[in-house]
């Protein structure tokens, strides 16, 4: 109760979009508390200003794709970085899963499915991940990381 009211006392100095955050809608897009700020200055600076909305149902498929990744620092990065690829782009999920040999896609997608932060723990999402690594080898050629 004493933390609650304090935080009462400090509520004009919040983001007021991150009350939207706080709810049951976190179950939806499952972005972490941390990030919520950092993603929506994101989509500020990339013009998705008034798109949240569809920058958070944007993780939620990028996250699937993904392979459902524990977000934590630098993985939560590349959601992000998906989600608002997606957003900005407005593709749907099936042209992006087709099309992910030839999209401009983020360097933390690419690198992600390459294997640099290991493989997440349900497995990479097939055909996603065969498709964006298609012409994408490691500099050394291989097309990704093993181990």
Known sequence: ????????????????????????????????GGQYTNLLFQSKQLGLDGRFTEVKKAYALANKLLGDIPKVTPSSKTV???????TTTKI???ELVQSAAILPLPNSVV???QGALGP?????????????????????????FVG
């Open 111 to 113: 690198e992600y499915m």
């Open 120 to 144: 997440p723990p349900g497995g990479f999402s097939e055909p996603f991940r065969t498709n964006v690594l298609k012409g994408r080898p490691l500099k050394d050629g291989r097309d990704c």
């Open 92 to 94: 749907s999920e099936e």
């Open 80 to 86: 992000g970085d998906l989600a608002q690829f997606i």
């Open 1 to 32: 109760e004493y933390w609650e009211s304090v935080r009462h006392q400090y509520s004009p100095f919040e983001v007021q979009a991150l009350s939207a955050a706080i709810g049951s809608n976190v179950y939806k897009h499952e972005i972490p």
